[in-house]
């Protein structure tokens, strides 16, 4: 799966299909710390992503 | 082609963008968006921060929080009775961090037709923070803290106002209590806080102290709020971050985690302000602002700065 991050980064992850949870878990981050979105829409943790989608993960800047 | 589950909104069936999981159900953005206004309200109304007819002034940082703060302060002030907003921003002096943030700033109260007041370290203490800051980094979040504190209360009087709000979420409560503990900081842990305009500064609210900092990071999202803006190259330095991380894993972990652990700092602040009764504010024989002893925190960071780095540190949780 292609996951753009914000900054502009984009990593080519293994993942067939789960909830966006598992992606994260997957790869490490903590949901508390972003807000994911696929093709444009926010999505809530416990929606099923599958291989093609286009997922983006917007790490929560501090402060301000 | 994908969209095999999208989760629903409990209350309308429509789209969800959010799992509440402390309340265990989905919110589309208009309910999320309602959501976090009642809570924001009932932050305000079941504490009785803001009397009808208030002034207000809005520490305005032009990042996610202060943002979303001054724009439900205005969406909300009729229901509130605020007759006036002003923001007010102080500009700390953070090479290549706060011009951005500044600029976000400015257009959020030109589109919002909010006056506003902007202070900057440099004309009021004759030095950037980057510049103060040349051999003492590990120390950027308490000579930042305090001197943006000093120059907020400054812009607030200026401002005519009669009530400051700033944009802290629950995260951030949560990390300075922890923060507290670690240090067995008694006298913050038994400060009053003022908000109820007990001793010498403006009270000061926190209206967003009920939510998460990832809630508020979506309602910026979702209301137009949120801009792609630099981290503050000082944060790797802090105790903070590292507090930071560990309480988002229990938060992960423990839905609600961080909620419950400010109600139980609250009883225990209680119980410590009855051990150890916080000491009557003076005046600082410098500046003649309100201080604990000779000096306030001010007059005594600048000291320093200007003994140079020999001055050793003195808290002892610091790498
Ligand atoms: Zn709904
Ligand atoms: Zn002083």
Redesign the pocket.
Same mark, same amino acid.
């Given at each position: 799966m292609q996951v753009r991050f914000s900054g502009g980064k984009t990593e080519e992850v293994t993942f067939r299909e789960g909830t966006v949870e598992d992606l994260l878990n997957h790869i490490g981050i903590n949901p508390v710390e972003v807000i994911v979105s696929r093709s444009g829409a926010i999505i809530p943790d416990d929606t099923w992503l599958y291989e093609n989608d286009e997922v983006l993960i917007t790490r929560i800047v501090h402060g301000g | 082609m994908s969209h095999g589950h999208s989760p629903r909104c409990s209350e309308c069936d429509t789209t969800a963008v959010f799992l509440d999981r402390e309340h265990a159900r989905h919110l589309c953005a208009a309910h999320f968006s309602e959501y976090i206004e009642d809570q924001v309200l009932a932050t305000i109304t079941e504490q009785e921060l803001v009397p009808p007819g208030s002034r207000m002034a809005v520490a305005l940082s032009g990042g996610k929080d202060s943002s979303v703060l001054l724009f439900l302060l205005n969406r909300l002030r009729d229901r509130l009775g605020i007759t006036d907003l002003v923001a007010v921003t102080v500009d700390e002096g953070i090479a290549g961090y706060r011009d951005e943030t500044m600029e976000a700033a400015g257009s959020l109260c030109q589109g919002l037709r909010i006056p506003s007041i902007c202070i900057s370290f440099n004309e009021r203490f004759g030095e950037t923070l980057d510049q103060m800051l040349v051999g003492r980094e590990h120390r950027a979040c308490s000579y930042c803290g305090t001197f943006r504190k000093r120059l907020l209360e400054e812009g607030a009087r200026r401002a005519g106002a009669s009530l400051m709000a700033t944009g802290h979420c629950l995260d951030d409560e949560v990390q300075a209590a922890a923060m507290n503990v670690l240090r067995a900081d008694i006298g913050r842990i038994t400060r009053e806080l003022p908000d109820k305009g007990r001793g010498p500064f403006i009270p000061r609210i926190k209206p967003l102290s009920g939510l998460m900092g990832r809630e508020v990071a979506l309602y910026a999202m979702l209301s137009g709020l949120y801009t792609e803006l630099p981290e503050c190259p000082y944060t790797p330095h802090a105790l903070r971050a590292e507090v930071r991380g560990i309480l988002n894993h229990l938060e992960r972990d423990r839905p609600g985690a961080m909620r419950l652990m400010m109600q139980n700092y609250g009883s225990f602040r209680e119980c410590m302000r009855r051990k150890a009764p916080s000491l009557p504010l003076g005046r600082?024989?410098? &500046?003649? $602002?309100p $201080?604990s002893g000779e000096? &306030?925190r001010? &007059?005594t960071l600048l000291r320093e700065g200007s003994a140079g780095s020999e001055v050793r540190e003195s808290q002892p949780l610091h790498r």
């Amino acid at each position: 799966m292609q996951v753009r991050f914000s900054g502009g980064k984009t990593e080519e992850v293994t993942f067939r299909e789960g909830t966006v949870e598992d992606l994260l878990n997957h790869i490490g981050i903590n949901p508390v710390e972003v807000i994911v979105s696929r093709s444009g829409a926010i999505i809530p943790d416990d929606t099923w992503l599958y291989e093609n989608d286009e997922v983006l993960i917007t790490r929560i800047v501090h402060g301000g | 082609m994908s969209h095999g589950h999208s989760p629903r909104c409990s209350e309308c069936d429509t789209t969800a963008v959010f799992l509440d999981r402390e309340h265990a159900r989905h919110l589309c953005a208009a309910h999320f968006s309602e959501y976090i206004e009642d809570q924001v309200l009932a932050t305000i109304t079941e504490q009785e921060l803001v009397p009808p007819g208030s002034r207000m002034a809005v520490a305005l940082s032009g990042g996610k929080d202060s943002s979303v703060l001054l724009f439900l302060l205005n969406r909300l002030r009729d229901r509130l009775g605020i007759t006036d907003l002003v923001a007010v921003t102080v500009d700390e002096g953070i090479a290549g961090y706060r011009d951005e943030t500044m600029e976000a700033a400015g257009s959020l109260c030109q589109g919002l037709r909010i006056p506003s007041i902007c202070i900057s370290f440099n004309e009021r203490f004759g030095e950037t923070l980057d510049q103060m800051l040349v051999g003492r980094e590990h120390r950027a979040c308490s000579y930042c803290g305090t001197f943006r504190k000093r120059l907020l209360e400054e812009g607030a009087r200026r401002a005519g106002a009669s009530l400051m709000a700033t944009g802290h979420c629950l995260d951030d409560e949560v990390q300075a209590a922890a923060m507290n503990v670690l240090r067995a900081d008694i006298g913050r842990i038994t400060r009053e806080l003022p908000d109820k305009g007990r001793g010498p500064f403006i009270p000061r609210i926190k209206p967003l102290s009920g939510l998460m900092g990832r809630e508020v990071a979506l309602y910026a999202m979702l209301s137009g709020l949120y801009t792609e803006l630099p981290e503050c190259p000082y944060t790797p330095h802090a105790l903070r971050a590292e507090v930071r991380g560990i309480l988002n894993h229990l938060e992960r972990d423990r839905p609600g985690a961080m909620r419950l652990m400010m109600q139980n700092y609250g009883s225990f602040r209680e119980c410590m302000r009855r051990k150890a009764p916080s000491l009557p504010l003076g005046r600082c024989l410098q &500046c003649g $602002a309100p $201080a604990s002893g000779e000096s &306030c925190r001010v &007059c005594t960071l600048l000291r320093e700065g200007s003994a140079g780095s020999e001055v050793r540190e003195s808290q002892p949780l610091h790498r």
